[in-house]
Structure formats: structure tokens, C-alpha cells
């Protein structure tokens, strides 16, 4: 099986821009999460999406949203951007549907924010 | 909230040493609990888990047993390789739940 893909592996924006994240999860896998990774924060829980409905959200402020469509493929957008969200984004994808699950991860998105 | 605390390292060490991160945890429940590799520019790998107390997950040398009377997932290797440098996350995930929590992580230097 292939793993979890995500693009683009390298992004530059600047300040007050907006920017997509793509994550195609493992093939039959139903449940994307996402991380933010940052030296200083470590990894932080973004959000969890099962079967195109968003299950749980981190504390991040609302400019971070996602989305996942009807073949499990997720998107991460946010908005405003600001230099403290240059990040490595990292997205995890599980088999569902409930109860605790090994999350495999993709290589990640680094977004560098000028 | 549930919350993981391991040893942040850095942790240098030479080749064929033996290697222990400490891994502690706090949480509500009963969670399932992991390591996970990441090497230099990749994303994260699974290492081993276990899911229930007294469970050892292995793999590729690495040893961890679930305490729960200690709360403690310490992760081990008898003889570490110049290959296993690379930063180690400790996390766990609570049974009801689909939301990971990691420690800081642990980078490991392994110097021939």
C-alpha cells in the first residue's frame, strides 16, 4: 500500500496571504489528523476529520480550518497568515472508526512564512 | 488534560551503548501508548506500541513495556546504531478517544 502523501512538501508565503495543505490518506483508511510541528511548541494536535466531519479540534484560532472530502483526501487551509505559523504540517492518517488507532504519517509540509 | 513528559535530550551516546528515554504520562483513562521515530527531514514512523498495561512493544532492537503502576512507557535498545540517530516521540492516545498527544521529543546522537 502506499502511505499517507502529502503536497506540496515545501511552501514560501508571506504575511497575510492564505495557503492549502493537501494529505491523501493510506488507501481505506477514514480518519486524517493533523499536526503542527515547531521547534519551540513541539507537535500540536490541529484537527481530526472521519468521514468528512470533523471529530476533534486542537486549540488553534479559527484562521486554521480543514476539510475532508468524500475519498477520505484532506485539506488544511489557513488564512491571515503570520511568521509564527512557519511550520512543518504534518498529517496522520488511521483506519477509524472508533476507539484508539495507530496513526501513520506523511512526510509533511514545510511553510515558511516571510 | 492528558499530558506525556520524556527526556529532551539531547542524549549522545556511542555506538553499541545501551539506550534508555524515559517516558512518563498523565491521563484520565486507559491509553494506548507509543513511540515514534522521525528521522532528519521526514515525518514521523511508528516504533512500537502497546495498548493495554503490562503489554512490552518491540521492534528493530527497541523494547518498551506499559506501566501503569509508574505511568511509564521508557523505551530502550541494548546495542544502538550510528542508524538510530534520529529524534523519538513518546505519545499516547486515550481509548475513546482519536486525538494524539506527544512529549517534546528526545534526540538521539549515536557516534561510531
Known amino acids: 500500500k502506499a502511505g499517507v502523501t502529502q503536497t506540496p512538501r515545501y511552501l514560501i508565503k508571506t504575511r497575510g496571504q492564505q495557503v492549502t495543505l493537501s494529505c491523501s490518506p493510506i488507501?481505506?483508511?477514514?480518519?486524517v489528523s493533523w499536526y503542527q510541528q515547531t521547534p519551540g511548541q513541539g507537535l500540536q494536535f490541529l484537527f481530526e476529520?472521519?468521514?468528512?466531519?470533523?471529530?476533534n479540534k486542537g486549540n488553534f484560532p479559527g484562521r486554521f480550518s480543514g476539510r475532508q472530502f468524500s475519498n477520505s483526501r484532506s485539506e488544511m487551509n489557513v488564512s491571515t497568515l503570520e511568521l509564527g505559523d512557519s511550520a512543518l504540517y504534518l498529517c496522520?492518517?488511521?483506519?477509524?472508526?472508533?476507539?484508539?488507532?495507530?496513526?501513520?504519517f506523511g512526510p509533511g509540509t514545510r511553510l515558511t512564512v516571510l | 488534560g492528558d499530558s506525556v513528559t520524556q527526556m529532551e535530550g539531547p542524549v549522545t551516546l556511542s555506538e553499541e551503548a545501551f539506550l534508555t528515554i524515559n517516558c512518563t504520562y498523565t491521563?484520565?483513562?486507559?491509553?494506548?501508548l507509543f513511540w515514534y521515530v522521525q528521522y532528519p527531514g521526514e515525518g514521523l514512523q511508528l516504533l512500537l506500541k502497546?495498548?493495554?498495561?503490562?503489554d512490552k512493544g518491540s521492534n528493530k532492537g527497541f523494547e518498551a513495556t506499559y506501566r501503569k503502576e509508574t505511568t511509564s512507557f521508557h523505551l530502550e535498545k541494548g546495542s544502538v546504531q550510528v542508524s538510530d540517530s534520529a529524534v523519538y516521540f513518546c505519545?499516547?492516545?486515550?481509548?475513546?478517544?482519536?486525538?494524539?498527544?506527544f512529549g517534546p521529543g528526545t534526540r538521539l546522537s549515536v557516534l561510531p
Open positions: 496522520a492518517s488511521s483506519s477509524g472508526p472508533a476507539g484508539p488507532d495507530t496513526q501513520y
Open positions: 488507501s481505506g483508511h477514514r480518519s
Open positions: 476529520y472521519f468521514s468528512e466531519t470533523q471529530r
Open positions: 491521563a484520565t483513562g486507559y491509553p494506548s
Open positions: 502497546a495498548t493495554k498495561a503490562d
Open positions: 505519545a499516547l492516545i486515550e481509548n475513546y478517544g482519536q486525538n494524539f498527544v
